[in-house]
């Protein structure tokens, strides 16, 4: 016992000292980063100051799955603050792989903190950048002096608009509609998001099917690579890179300015759902309305599962656009399974447009779709309400105190091979109760989105988009552990079905999944690190590449 008790004293004082030695060297990072950097705007080494919202909030992210204490939250004022930052933790580097690691910092950047997975979090050896005030700039360009996109992307306007890489998605929508009358033409469905963010992975809604997503419709982009450089890039200059950071997870450069397409916007939408109960139906109308000539569809397609029951969050009451029509659950055939779908679309138009042309118009639209009739909802919106919709449960969200609360969501693209099939296994027995939240699915174009970017997606034209929106309800529902259970069941039943699949917003821990995921792209996204971070400095949430002293080959 005595031996034992002294073995214990002895390793408490060795972790004691451990501590001790990585606070110390932590002291002097801060020390030397303070002198090195000479920053303009601020850093904030206190996790533990109350007062201190930057540094908490960028210890967690939306997600709320994993928490991750930084070094330093940065808040910069321009783009020379991030270039010093960049160069700074460089010049830090130790100069072999002998060296203390604990020097090999790195940086993460921060937009609204809306990442599900720790993507924008680093740990004690790194530093956060937030995004959100840095080159808060919204300018409106109407000379033809762009390099146009190619691959069903961005050829032919003559308006744009530059925008910060920290800005929401909300205020580009706010200033461009009402101080020109303009917007952009392919969206998210939720515009809390900065454009830095989202143009880092694709940006996907339901417009993406006739514009391609957001990436296709950027034509230019100011750049700080992992090297401290700041790069003007397009498709005809400094191409490389432009196409490596659209998509590109972080991994390249930080978006500090982005130039986006703008197109004359609509003053008003009709949102239309119709409920099918086949889902062969469903997927043959949805993908009849992603394939028509621009005259004879729509601008906004997507589509959704929910339960086929009266559960107040994932049955029919989730379908009906205003109180004006409930949802007649005696339309449902006695046919239907356990879940039910949702076409959802929408037409824009005028104010000055007549509204029984709208009603004809729609009418030829839908005329053939195999929907269940009378299960069809309409609502004629402002176009800034329609693209704010989800705002507004956001407000709801927050107000019963839900909004902050984890969510274990899981996006995925799907051939359309395998959708059928997915249904079977997925939606009709693994999802048949629901998620407690919003199930996503619709179809989208291969022939949208260029290749030339980082994306990677299934085979084939037709791919589907499938998003399970998870809100975690405590003492109501599963468990957040439950909730990541089954998300890997169906990653899991997706693997063994042989399903031609990719994640969305990917997340992966090790290096073989990193491979299999980018496939035989995987070359050209490692030359691309090597090129533009050779030190793997940027995005280390992202846990695809580890950092370097030496630089990567």
């Keep these: 016992m005595i031996a034992y008790l002294e073995?214990?004293?002895?390793?408490?004082?060795?972790?004691?000292?451990?501590?001790?030695?990585?606070?110390?060297?932590?002291?002097?990072?801060?020390?030397?980063?303070?002198?090195?950097?000479?920053?303009?705007?601020?850093?904030?080494?206190?996790?533990?100051?109350?007062?201190?919202?930057?540094?908490?909030?960028?210890?967690?992210?939306?997600?709320?799955?994993?928490?991750?204490?930084?070094?330093?939250?940065?808040?910069?004022?321009?783009?020379?603050?991030?270039?010093?930052?960049?160069?700074?933790?460089?010049?830090?580097?130790?100069?072999?792989?002998?060296?203390?690691?604990?020097?090999?910092?790195?940086?993460?950047?921060?937009?609204?903190?809306?990442?599900?997975?720790?993507?924008?979090?680093?740990?004690?050896?790194?530093?956060?950048?937030l995004m959100r005030e840095i080159n808060p700039q919204i300018q409106i360009l109407t000379r033809n002096h762009h390099n146009s996109c190619s691959n069903g992307g961005c050829g032919g306007g003559d308006v744009f608009v530059d925008v910060g890489g920290g800005v929401l998605w909300e205020d580009v929508l706010l200033h461009c509609y009402y101080s020109s009358g303009l917007a952009p033409r392919s969206w998210t469905d939720y515009l809390g998001l900065t454009v830095g963010g989202t143009l880092s992975n694709a940006g996907i809604s339901g417009q993406a099917f006739r514009y391609g997503p957001q990436t296709s419709n950027v034509t230019e982009l100011e750049v700080v690579t992992g090297k401290g450089e700041i790069v003007t890039c397009s498709e005809n200059q400094n191409s490389e890179l432009f196409f490596g950071v659209l998509g590109g997870l972080g991994q390249f450069g930080i978006i500090t300015r982005a130039r986006i397409v703008l197109q004359p916007a609509p003053h008003m939408v009709r949102w239309i759902r119709m409920v099918y109960s086949e889902f062969d139906d469903f997927t043959n109308d949805a993908e009849l309305l992603t394939t028509r000539a621009e005259c004879g569809s729509f601008d906004y397609i997507e589509g959704f599962v929910f339960v086929n029951s009266d559960d107040p969050v994932n049955g029919w009451s989730s379908v009906p656009l205003s109180p004006n029509k409930p949802f007649d659950k005696s339309r449902i055939p006695k046919t239907a399974g356990p879940v039910l779908y949702c076409l959802e679309v929408a037409l824009p138009y005028r104010n000055g447009d007549n509204v029984d042309t709208i009603d004809k118009v729609v009418s030829k639209m839908i005329g053939r779709l195999r929907f269940i009739r009378n299960l069809q909802f309409e609502l004629d919106l402002s176009y800034v309400e329609f693209l704010l919709r989800v705002k507004q449960q956001e407000e709801e969200a927050k107000a019963n105190g839900i909004w902050d609360n984890p969510h274990p969501w899981l996006n995925l693209l799907i051939s359309k091979k395998d959708i059928s099939g997915f249904d079977q296994t997925v939606f009709k027995k693994i999802l048949k109760d629901g998620i407690g939240g919003p199930m996503l699915i619709y179809p989208l174009l291969k022939s949208k989105w260029d290749a030339r970017t980082s994306v990677v997606l299934p085979e084939g034209e037709i791919f589907y988009l499938v998003a399970l929106l998870r809100f975690h309800l405590p003492m109501v529902g599963p468990s957040v552990q439950d909730m990541i259970t089954q998300n890997q069941e169906i990653l899991q039943c997706c693997t063994k079905q042989g399903f031609d699949y990719k994640l969305y917003l990917p997340h992966y821990r090790s290096d073989d999944q990193w491979r299999s995921h980018f496939g035989n792209q995987w070359s050209r996204f490692v030359e691309r690190k090597a090129r533009f971070d050779p030190m793997a400095i940027l995005a280390p949430g992202q846990k695809i590449f580890s950092r370097n002293s030496n630089p990567l080959l």
């Excluded at 390793?11 to 030695?21: A, D, G, R, V």
């Excluded at 939306?62 to 939250?73: E, T």
């Design 7 to 129: 073995q214990f004293v002895s390793e408490s004082e060795s972790n004691t000292k451990l501590q001790e030695e990585e606070e110390d060297g932590n002291n002097n990072k801060k020390i030397l980063l303070c002198r090195e950097m000479e920053l303009q705007g601020s850093i904030d080494f206190d996790c533990n100051n109350s007062a201190s919202s930057n540094f908490a909030a960028a210890c967690k992210d939306f997600g709320g799955l994993n928490q991750s204490r930084p070094l330093g939250v940065i808040k910069p004022v321009g783009t020379d603050d991030l270039v010093r930052v960049i160069r700074s933790v460089i010049s830090m580097t130790p100069s072999s792989s002998a060296s203390s690691s604990s020097n090999n910092l790195t940086v993460a950047v921060r937009g609204n903190g809306h990442s599900i997975n720790g993507q924008a979090m680093t740990d004690s050896n790194g530093l956060v950048i």
